[in-house]
Nanobody, 122 residues
Framework: QVQLVESGGGSVQTGGSLRLSCAASGRTFSSYSMAWFRQAPGKEREFVARISWNGSLMSYADSVKGRFTISRDNTKNTLYLQMYSLRPEDTALYYC???????????????WGQGTQVTVSS
């Protein structure tokens, strides 16, 4: 059974930084693409960033490009999201997600974590 557990959220001021982690278990981590999504109160969930199974491909939402970096450590079965220059509009519940099929780098994700809260104050 695939399990994803996010951590690292918190409260920071505008311009601050945070690093989110997502610990994965239940299957071979290095075979599956991963992604971060977020959902702010009253808004729909939105894509933030994704990374292929081997880390060679990455993409970002325009709203975070240049400020956030997605990475993974396949030896630790962990996904990361390094966030710099945080803004109040980055406030949201951040989720990690993964695909059901290996070696797919798309936008369909089947397994989700419970989320970690990021709050950015002005």
């Amino acid at each position: 059974q695939v399990q994803l557990v996010e951590s690292g959220g918190g409260s920071v001021q505008t311009g601050g930084s945070l690093r989110l982690s997502c610990a994965a278990s239940g299957r071979t981590f290095s075979s599956y693409s991963m992604a971060w999504f977020r959902q702010a109160p009253g808004k729909e969930r939105e894509f933030v960033a994704r990374i292929s199974w081997n880390g060679s491909l990455m993409s970002y939402a325009d709203s975070v490009k240049g400020r956030f970096t997605i990475s993974r450590d396949n030896t630790k079965n962990t996904l990361y999201l390094q966030m710099y220059s945080l803004r109040p509009e980055d406030t949201a519940l951040y989720y990690c997600a993964t695909t059901a099929s290996p070696y797919r780098y798309g936008m369909n994700y089947d397994y989700w974590g419970q989320g970690t809260q990021v709050t950015v104050s002005s």
